[in-house]
């Protein structure tokens, strides 16, 4: 439909690391891991019902050292000030560096909860898939479907391109959902951790955000050739 | 999904679910070729599935598929074939987790002598 216009959301950056460096762009620049942040719009109860497909692009220029470096999409029914993975019945997708393998990630996941009955408490679990070893200053094409008609609660599916037209398909991740939630808040970015991660940054940028509403005067996609065309990408 | 004979335990399903879901990309990316060069060979266009070559049967080749035919593709052959290997896959990862007989064959010690397993770092 149309590529959402990013200086309509709302914006919560304590530690001044994000800028929305034109009405499709969020720019992540030198993030701290649990450096908290979130870019999102409310879109009204139940907005995202069914059967969606979202389209989402993502640039990384560095990862830092181990774990999240930031969602480029997540699906809510809350409004939070930090770690949205750590919620119940949230969906994400983003960047994740597995520093045991020395491997960059674009991750797909669906924190849930699972109620253990000797303990009598509820658990949070991460039910998630990804598409490995991604670079640095490459841009990668996201297409975030869920598909409701596949088994008891539906499956998320992110397909990965390399071009912004998406005819060459890299990747398929593929999430088998533990609920079938209506969603109200669309995340366009969101960080931090609640473990102090140290010094390790990163920087990111989140563009071209589709979320299959109509237009409200976004701008147009915006093409990206290569990696020196990040805006307000600083290296580390 | 219909497997073919000698893919009877829950792990070689799984295994042909992956390489099935390989495979359907390579075509998706033949279908994306002739969409963004311009054409297609004729020995790509009979690797595809016979039912997308029946659905594209009316676009030239020497020439850059529509992006009608494009999006009908997509919506269409390219979805449903990716619904029906993405449902085979994710009911062969539940039996591959589910499998007692595989999960009696962990010996924990021996899987993690080799180095530390690193926490999950969500």
New interface residues.
Partial sequence: MAIENLTTYTKNDPSSVVSISASNTISVTNARKDAAYQVYKDKGVGHFAGAFTHKVSLLYSSWGN???CGFCWALANVVVTKNL?YEANVLYAGG?Y???TNSSRIIV?EPYLTYDEEEEEWNRS?N?DWYGNITTGVPYYLTIER?P???SNG?L?GRVYS?A????????I?V?LHSNTDYRYIYAAEGGRWQDLGSSLYSMEAYDLDVGDPEEGASGPVARIGPLLGVGMVGL | MVYPKGVTTPGDRLAYCYAA?QSL?AA??VV??W??SGSVSLEKLSSLPKRWQTALSEASVKEPLSEKAWEDFLQNEYRDA??II??A???A??EVKMDLAIRSTVDLDEALSEKAV?K???
């Avoid at chain 1, 037209?165 to 398929?172: E, P």
Wanted: a negative charge.
């Fill in positions: 181990y774990g999240p993975s994740f597995w520093n045991y996941g991460t998630c598909n008609l596949i088994g499956v599916y071009d037209a998406r005819t060459v398909l890299l990747h398929t593929i088998a | 879901l990309m998706h990316n994306g070729a969409r963004s990716e619904a993405i449902e896959l994710c009911n990862r539940e690193g999950d770092g969500d």
